[in-house]
């Protein structure tokens, strides 16, 4: 079954404590993304992928970092985590033709205390 | 900032009723794609339109897009419960590969 998967789904931290939200699709997708979903604002995106080592800042960057060494896995870093981080963040894959739709993870809940 | 806004934010029917959610944009898009998302779970797509297309079917899903108002439109005919949710669009921007979305539109469907 073609799938996009995340883990955790929730996690509650501390501030300054680093974690991994990691992430790996099936679909051979060149293309990921990380987004973060907050009420009001809708999902904006954090970084994309283009493919393996090729990564881009997305619209809300700031203390996030991102890795692409294997095609499937799009591991999302939080090395100091702050309670503006909390959220529900999802992630990714599509193909990267211009006309094909993107396709998610069920969702992170992050609680940083 | 936002690239898309959609209308109403929320939006309560019957059964049976037809729904309309409609989303605006700013800039030159490659396509329109329309979601949905059940509470706390991921998104899920439900059509996709192309800049140079007026209008899509799928199902009981009706899309329509004007990008002179740069502006479209999801119609789901005869809701049922089981469509409650958030809908949300968003647009792929030309010469970027990356989606746009907007604040969404929740649905409630009553029985």
């Known amino acids: 079954e073609a799938q996009v998967t995340q883990n955790p789904r929730y996690l509650i931290t501390v501030t300054g404590k680093k974690l991994t939200v990691t992430c790996s699709q099936n679909?051979?997708?060149?293309?990921m993304s990380w987004y973060r979903q907050d009420p009001g604002l809708g999902l904006r995106q954090i970084y994309y992928?283009?493919?393996?080592?090729?990564?881009d800042k997305g619209d809300v960057p700031e203390g996030y970092k991102v890795s692409r060494k294997e095609k499937r896995n799009f591991p999302l870093i939080l090395e100091s985590p702050s309670p503006n981080q909390t959220s529900l963040y999802f992630c990714?894959?599509?193909?990267?033709?211009?006309?094909?739709?993107?396709?998610f993870g069920d969702g992170t809940r992050l609680s940083i205390l | 900032s936002q690239q898309g806004e959609e209308d109403p934010q929320a939006l309560s029917i019957q059964e049976g009723e037809n729904a309309t959610m409609n989303c605006s944009y700013k800039t030159s898009i490659n396509n329109l794609q329309w979601y949905r998302q059940n509470s706390g779970r991921g998104l899920v797509h439900l059509i996709l339109?192309?800049?140079?297309?007026r209008e899509k079917h799928s199902g009981r899903l009706r899309v329509t897009l004007d990008t002179s108002k740069k502006s479209s439109s999801l119609l789901i005919t005869a809701s049922r419960a089981a469509d409650t949710a958030s809908y949300f669009c968003?647009?792929?921007?030309?010469?970027?590969?990356?989606?746009?979305f907007g604040t969404g539109t929740r649905l409630l469907v009553s029985p």
């Open positions: 968003a647009t792929a921007l030309t010469g970027f590969q990356k989606l746009v």
């Open positions: 990714a894959s599509w193909t990267g033709s211009g006309n094909q739709p993107q396709h």
């Open positions: 992928s283009m493919n393996v080592e090729v990564t």
């Open positions: 679909m051979n997708h060149e293309y």
């Open positions: 339109i192309r800049s140079n297309e």
